[in-house]
T-cell receptor, first 111, second 114 residues
Framework: SQQGEEDPQALSIQEGENATMNCSYK?????LQWYRQNSGRGLVHLIL?????REKHSGRLRVTLDTSKKSSSLLITASRAADTASYFC???????????FGTGTRLTVIP | DTEVTQTPKHLVMGMTNKKSLKCEQH?????MYWYKQKAKKPPELMFV?????LSINESVPSRFSPECPNSSLLNLHLHALQPEDSALYLC?????WGGGEKLFFGSGTQLSVL
């Protein structure tokens, strides 16, 4: 992808477990965002972390950002079957305007 | 109203057809986007309109023609498409453009070109 790659490509866990997915990107960024996409539908914005922030929380979501390593992680705690979806990180390069998406992680939460 | 509405949800067209995809938002957003997404791939940016002016065209073939009639509406006109253009077409909007704005997405149009 133009900017980010995610790891793992696919993740399968039991309901109640935590899910961690990672995003690596190539250039300096303004901010990094995470989106969720249910199968064949539009994307939903989850959380935005700015380049001067290191960690952010929203409900069961925790996002970290390490600009020195050009990487971010998304942690979903106490997963539910409804969390089954694809998760994409997205970044805007410093000095640029457009949001480019990473390759995505397909999460399956087994009830 | 925090929705971006796309119509139609599904579209099947032949290679000689002309069709249009429509997108509407009433959040007062001044930037609107078209993304194309193939199965199991990330969305790829096609066009950006900012304040009703085309700001970005990511080297998209001329068989795709965007139009922004007003600040709430965005169209994508399709003509002489190829089977490889079959994909999910996503419209999005944001309050402004630049600096990494949060995007609001519609649910997409699943396009099949026969």
């Amino acid at each position: 992808s133009q900017q980010g790659e995610e790891d793992p490509q696919a993740l399968s866990i039991q309901e109640g477990e935590n899910a961690t997915m990672n995003c690596s990107y190539k250039t300096s960024i303004n901010n990094l965002q995470w989106y969720r996409q249910n199968s064949g539908r539009g994307l939903v914005h989850l959380i935005l972390i700015r380049s001067n922030e290191r960690e952010k929380h929203s409900g069961r979501l925790r996002v970290t950002l390490d600009t020195s390593k050009k990487s971010s992680s998304l942690l979903i705690t106490a997963s539910r079957a409804a969390d089954t979806a694809s998760y994409f990180c997205a970044t805007v390069q410093t000095g640029a305007n457009n949001l480019f998406f990473g390759t995505g992680t397909r999460l399956t939460v087994i009830p | 109203d925090t929705e971006v509405t796309q119509t139609p949800k599904h579209l099947v067209m032949g290679m000689t057809n002309k069709k249009s995809l429509k997108c509407e938002q009433h959040m007062g957003h001044r930037a609107m986007y078209w993304y194309k997404q193939k199965a199991k791939k990330p969305p790829e940016l096609m066009f950006v309109y900012s304040y009703e002016k085309l700001s970005i065209n990511e080297s998209v073939p001329s068989r795709f023609s965007p139009e922004c009639p007003n600040s709430s509406l965005l169209n994508l006109h399709l003509h002489a498409l190829q089977p490889e253009d079959s994909a999910l077409y996503l419209c999005a909007s944001s309050q402004g453009w630049g600096g990494g704005e949060k995007l609001f997405f519609g649910s997409g149009t699943q396009l099949s070109v026969l």
